[in-house]
């Protein structure tokens, strides 16, 4: 049984920084590309960015390209979301998500199913 441990997030001002992080446990981490995923008040969750199981790939909401970046550290079983230049509209509940072999798969028409693992989330508030 696979587990995701999220932590970092919390209140923040327009303009500033915070990163997560997501500890994964119970399988080959380094096996599995890594989502993050988002969902705002009153909103479907939504693809943030993805990254390769190498770390080489990576794939971004056009919305945060320029200013989000997902690493990974495979020795860690660890996967990162360093976020700047933060704005209100990113307020949100962060999700990393494990369970696919490519990046790419977490693009597009992405649906989960059941050998996807998520983290429990962890709040991003950006104050104007």
């Known amino acids: 049984q696979v587990q995701l441990v999220q932590s970092g997030g919390g209140l923040v001002q327009a303009g500033g920084s915070l990163s997560l992080s997501c500890a994964a446990s119970?399988?080959?981490?380094?096996?599995?590309?890594m989502g993050w995923f988002r969902q705002a008040p009153g909103k479907e969750r939504e693809f943030v960015g993805a990254?390769?199981?190498?770390?080489?790939?990576?794939y971004y909401q056009d919305s945060v390209k320029g200013r989000f970046t997902i690493s990974r550290d495979n020795a860690k079983n660890t996967v990162y979301l360093q976020m700047n230049s933060l704005k209100p509209e990113d307020t949100a509940v962060y999700y990393c998500?494990?369970?696919?072999?490519?990046?790419?798969?977490?693009?597009?028409?992405?649906?989960?199913?059941?050998?996807?693992?998520w983290g429990r989330g962890t709040l991003v508030t950006v104050s104007s």
């Open positions: 990254l390769s199981s190498s770390g080489i790939t990576t």
């Open positions: 119970g399988r080959t981490f380094s096996k599995y590309a």
């Open positions: 998500t494990l369970g696919r072999a490519r990046a790419a798969d977490y693009t597009g028409d992405y649906r989960p199913n059941s050998l996807d693992a």
